[in-house]
């Protein structure tokens, strides 16, 4: 795989309101390529909007979301959002609103089903498919658009074992082609397997940031520790 | 790479709107067939309710070759249609504002077809005593007796007529304020299922009430008066008015109901082996 | 009570009886309606898609117009159409009034705020479930637009049908830019208002009759269409 291209996102003292609720307060955080990040967090610290903050679905209410230059991203959510039409024809559609033109959309669309092991259901109507394998090609969507980021929320969060297996492996593949990765989870053992570094945000804030493999045994913030012993409140 | 989605979505809503209406054209066209020429005459609801122009069209078309369209409306409104151009041909009966109609230019030159008669027709029982053969003493006694009256109040030849009748009764119904004087503002027909309902006395064209089913008690109370004879004229609608009129084909139309042959048929027609019109066209051109 | 039932025989004549010019009645109603509730739905459609997922000024005064045209009174729609087609009127070189297409148009300007209302709540719902996914895909609001319609299209079907039902139902604005011509724009409610008129009621309500069973069986027609459709795409 070639050797990502650089870039930088840069979040500066980003704050969100939501209805009536200060979703984010002032957060700073720098992306570049290359690393899985994993977004940890007690429930309505943030993370899934942060992460449509970052994807430009949400404008901050103050603060900059900064890109150092055209970055090709995409987004996998937690309930999948198939159209009406066959998983193929659902690829086909992300590509052709991104200007792929045919024959290569076909191409494309195809080799991401492969991708993800749907290419036998090519052609099944895709709301119609089971939520393992809608989100497997959500993935394959997201993954056609060929981004230098991708952003998952809670991408295997109802899902059964099985297919949260699935869809790792699908990400950690994805990942080793050089695609940025930004995901939250709420699964302990899933950001272990995946990431490569913790952003643990509370109350809004960053409130640490640190390899993954240190995170889990010596967490930097308070917040966090208490957090992993599953004693922060739960808001 | 960028793809012009707006102009795309045009271009898309475009050809949409277009094949829709091509074939909702195509559906329409199909379904008008226009088998050649055709007329359109506005007339009246008496002569098309009473199923002349059933029996007279398909001679008239035989005889031609041209397909007419009726119609059919109260006279004013009927007037109304030549007026805006709408017609070819107007068919109505109500003389005074015919000559008008032709003084102002609108019509070419009116000509006398047939005449049916009006009746009063009212409740078996008659409570107003209005039974006879003088229509100016049936009405006087039913305003007398306040009994209910159905009026069409719809400016069409048979309210004009009624509204004659009442001047020469010397009475004003409209003016003062009456009860038993029910303006429908409706057809001939829609007034007789007011009369009926209401059991009230109405006024109307012989051909209209034997072709009428629901008629409840209500039964013909006075007729044969000469003045409840009922004038129908023909005229053309001015092509120096509307150029677009179609004025040989609608001169054929007048020409041919004034015709013996077209007179002839006008005779022809029967309801329960009742004469309906009768034809008096003079021959005078 | 007499006459009901007496309609219901009349009714069952009609339809048994193989009546021509019935027949030919009803299917210039059909093709009419149909006719109207497509050109209805081409405009509607877009248009309800378009108040649903778009941004742009006016589109709460539009929202309010199209709720307002709503109950507009046929009668009022059918003088309107019959000022602009009339020889006298801005579109009157045309000369298609009192034609068919007259009657196309009419019934057109009646479906169009029903569809656009309906597709648009329609539209709505699924721009709700969609607008982050696509947004996030990189579909912009207009180039949604059809992708909403497409995807909704099975409600959208039973919207259509409503617009078909006002159509085939409409009787006012019929009998002003049609005229109630025999053989030429003479359609089911329009026969019906002739035969009341004439006093037959037991005709008219068996008309009446016939005019439900052909609607019923269309949407019939078209409710187990959007089922099965329904049940295979999710």
């Known amino acids: 795989m070639a050797e990502a291209r650089p870039f930088q996102l840069e979040a500066r003292g980003v704050s969100v309101v939501l209805g009536g609720v200060r979703a984010l307060d002032g957060l700073d955080l720098v992306l570049e390529p290359g690393l899985r990040t994993v977004v940890l967090g007690p429930n309505g610290a943030g993370k899934s909007v942060l992460l449509r903050t970052l994807h430009g679905l949400i404008a901050p209410a103050a603060g900059t979301v900064s890109w150092s230059r055209p970055v090709r991203q995409a987004m996998v959510f937690q309930r999948p959002v198939m159209l009406r039409r066959s998983a193929l024809a659902n690829l086909r559609y992300a590509l052709a609103v991104n200007g792929v033109a045919e024959p290569e959309r076909t191409s494309r669309a195809t080799a991401a089903l492969a991708r993800v092991g749907l290419e036998r259901i090519a052609d099944r109507p895709a709301r119609v498919l089971s939520g393992g394998e809608q989100q497997r090609l959500a993935l394959a969507r997201a993954w056609a658009l060929r981004p230098e980021i991708l952003f998952l929320d809670e991408p295997t969060a109802s899902l059964d074992p099985g297919a949260t297996a699935e869809v790792e492996r699908v990400i950690a593949s994805i990942a080793a082609e050089g695609t940025r990765i930004v995901m939250t989870t709420h699964n302990l053992g899933q950001a272990r397997r995946l990431a490569d570094e913790i952003v643990f945000i509370h109350a809004g804030r960053a409130a640490e940031r640190t390899a993954a493999d240190r995170f889990f045994d010596q967490p930097a913030s308070n917040?966090?520790?208490?957090?992993?012993?599953?004693?922060?409140p739960w808001k | 790479m960028e793809m012009n989605l707006p102009r795309a979505f045009w271009r898309l809503s475009l050809t949409w709107i277009a094949a829709a209406t091509a074939a909702a054209t195509l559906l329409a066209a199909q379904s008008a067939s226009a088998q050649g020429t055709f007329i359109t005459v506005a007339s009246t609801t008496s002569t098309e309710q009473s199923g002349l122009f059933k029996q007279l069209l398909p001679e008239f078309?035989?005889?031609?070759?041209?397909?007419?369209?009726?119609?059919?409306?109260?006279?004013?409104q009927a007037l109304d249609m030549g007026r805006r151009g709408d017609a070819d041909v107007v068919f109505v009966h109500d003389k005074v504002a015919e000559d008008k109609f032709v003084a102002d230019g609108w019509g070419v030159r009116r000509f006398e077809v047939m005449y049916n008669d009006f009746v009063i027709v009212g409740p078996k029982a008659d409570p107003a005593k209005a039974r006879g053969k003088d229509v100016i003493e049936g009405l006087k006694k039913i305003a007398a007796a306040g009994a209910p009256f159905a009026s069409r109040a719809d400016k069409s030849g048979t309210h004009a007529a009624e509204l004659r009748y009442w001047k020469a009764a010397g009475v004003d119904p409209t003016q003062s304020k009456t009860t038993w004087y029910r303006e429908t503002g409706s057809g001939m027909g829609p007034t007789l299922n007011t009369a009926s309902g209401m059991n009230a006395y109405a006024l109307t064209d012989r051909g209209t009430w034997l072709s009428f089913k629901n008629r409840g008690e209500l039964e013909i109370v006075v007729e044969g008066d000469q003045r409840l004879f009922n004038q129908y004229g023909v005229m053309l609608v001015n092509p120096a008015k509307h150029p677009h009129v179609k004025k040989e084909a609608g001169q054929k139309f007048v020409d041919w109901v004034i015709s013996p042959e077209g007179q002839k048929a006008i005779a022809a027609y029967k309801i329960g082996g009742e004469q309906l019109f009768f034809p008096n066209a003079k021959p005078d051109r | 009570m007499f006459e009901i039932f007496a309609s219901l025989g009349v009714a069952l004549q009609l339809i048994g009886g193989a009546d021509p010019e019935l027949w030919s009645i009803v299917l210039?109603?059909?093709?009419?309606?149909?006719?109207?509730?497509?050109?209805?739905?081409?405009?509607?459609?877009?248009?309800?898609?378009?108040i649903a997922v778009g941004t742009f000024p006016g589109r709460r005064a539009l929202i309010v117009i199209l709720n307002a045209l709503l109950g507009l009174p046929s009668v009022v729609v059918g003088l309107v159409v019959y000022l602009l087609l009339s020889r006298a009127g801005p579109l009157g070189e045309f000369g298609i009034l009192f034609t068919p297409a007259a009657i196309i148009v009419a019934q057109t300007v009646l479906v169009v705020p029903i569809v656009a209302a309906l597709a648009r709540q329609a539209a709505e719902d699924a721009w709700g479930e969609y607008r982050e996914q696509l947004t996030s895909l990189g579909v912009s609001r207009l180039r949604a637009v059809p992708t909403i319609l497409w995807d909704t299209r099975f409600?959208?079907?039973?919207?259509?049908?409503?617009?078909?039902?006002?159509?085939?139902?409409?009787?006012?604005?019929?009998?002003?830019?049609?005229?109630?011509?025999?053989?030429?724009?003479?359609?089911?409610?329009?026969?019906?208002?002739?035969?009341?008129?004439?006093?037959?009621?037991?005709?008219?309500?068996?008309?009446?009759?016939?005019?439900?069973?052909?609607?019923l069986a269309i949407n019939a027609g078209a409710f187990g269409i959007r089922e099965w459709s329904a049940r295979h795409h999710g």
Request: hydrophobic share 55%; charged share 15%; glycine share 14%.
């Open chain 1, 223 to 232: 917040e966090a520790r208490l957090f992993l012993q599953g004693e922060l």
């Open chain 2, 61 to 76: 078309t035989k005889a031609t070759g041209i397909e007419a369209r009726v119609v059919a409306l109260g006279t004013g």
């Open chain 3, 28 to 50: 210039l109603s059909l093709k009419l309606s149909l006719a109207s509730a497509v050109a209805g739905a081409a405009i509607g459609l877009p248009l309800g898609a378009l």
């Open chain 3, 155 to 215: 409600s959208l079907l039973t919207v259509v049908m409503a617009g078909f039902g006002r159509a085939a139902s409409e009787v006012g604005a019929v009998m002003v830019v049609g005229g109630n011509i025999d053989g030429v724009t003479r359609v089911m409610t329009t026969a019906i208002a002739l035969e009341t008129s004439k006093g037959d009621l037991p005709l008219a309500l068996g008309l009446g009759v016939v005019l439900i069973a052909v609607v």
